[in-house]
């Protein structure tokens, strides 16, 4: 009976360093990794809510943007930083989900060596078309890549990210062979498209959705569980002729593990509120994106989801960067 009582008092002195640093969280400012260049979408979302923080907590965050690598540059940082709260990173589908499978030797676990605090969003992308290819569906894009095998190619934003795993998922589950032809980003893989010079892109949001308005691409669906709000029509892929097809981006706020669990709880908390918040949910919007929240063990649960859906498919494929 003494023992389990000491157990127990040593447990309640060990909580309560971080239960008191909690009461007066933040006394500084907080550093808030995105581990992609100032201005792209990663980093305008970041910034929204780093303001918001700010705002809430009469306390700097301070945007530090460590570029390189896919995003597992910036990760890595965030993982090799103090777990004292004053550090947070904007996770990502290429810098956690799947980064474990995709580099031989990576400086971090995502699963082992970070702190889940809250699922930001997880966005689609935009299965577009240029529009001389006489497919007007998705189950006509099959039938073409199927009637022309080796003839089509798919643009992505390079090697690794969500766009080109994409468009894998979409040739394994509909057993064509659209190829693959990666770009530096975005933006000139947006505009080849455009020019015709590849066919085929799961596109962001935001760079595509100016080129579908002025017809120089078509639109044929969106990847993710359900439609879009900014395209209501648009049916998603699996529900257009790839039954089974689902493929979505992803976002999270994650810490250095060993965070204090106080801590995490005052940063999910606050980042949940941040996501209600009506400019936020219109920048997300603009993404084909709405804002998810939820606990960090929900949170910590997509991680393990998807690790291990894409894993598989990375595996299966060979690919390696």
């Excluded at 439609?227 to 689902?246: K, Q, W």
Aim: aromatic fraction near 6%; glycine fraction near 12%.
């Amino acid at each position: 009976m003494r023992v389990m009582y000491r157990l127990v008092v040593c447990a309640l002195l060990a909580l309560l360093p971080a239960a008191v640093a909690a009461q007066g969280y933040p006394a500084k400012p907080i550093r808030f990794i995105i581990p992609f260049t100032p201005g792209g979408n990663t980093d305008v979302l970041g910034r929204l809510i780093g303001q918001k923080l700010t705002e809430a907590w009469g306390q700097q965050v301070v945007i530090d943007n460590r570029p390189g690598a896919g995003g597992t540059l910036g990760v890595e940082v965030a993982t090799k930083s103090p777990p004292d709260g004053y550090t947070i990173v904007m996770g990502t589908f290429g810098g956690v989900l799947v980064a474990n499978s995709l580099y031989k030797k990576l400086g971090y676990d995502p699963q082992r060596d970070l702190a889940p605090v809250t699922l930001v969003s997880t966005p689609p992308g935009l299965l577009v078309v240029h529009p001389s290819l006489p497919a007007k569906s998705v189950k006509e894009l099959i039938a073409l890549a199927r009637s022309s095998r080796g003839k089509l190619n798919y643009a992505s934003s390079g090697s690794g990210t969500w766009n080109h795993l994409f468009g894998e998922l979409f040739n394994t589950t509909a057993k064509i062979g659209v190829t693959h032809v990666p770009y530096k980003g975005a933006a000139p893989a947006v505009t080849d498209l455009v020019g015709g010079h590849v066919e085929v892109m799961f596109a962001p949001f935001p760079p595509a959705i100016p080129q579908v308005k002025s017809g120089k691409l078509r639109s044929l669906a969106v990847s993710g569980a359900k439609r879009s709000g900014l395209f209501p029509d648009l049916p998603t892929v699996a529900e257009s002729g790839l039954p089974g097809y689902e493929a979505e981006g992803w976002f999270a706020v994650l810490a250095p593990a060993k965070t204090p669990h106080p801590l995490i709880v005052q940063l999910n908390k606050e980042i949940n509120r941040v996501l209600t918040l009506p400019d936020v949910k219109a920048s997300l919007a603009a993404d084909g994106a709405e804002p998810a929240g939820g606990t960090p063990e929900q949170l910590a649960e997509s991680i393990r989801a998807g690790s291990a859906k894409w894993g598989k498919l990375i595996r299966e494929l060979g690919i390696q960067l």
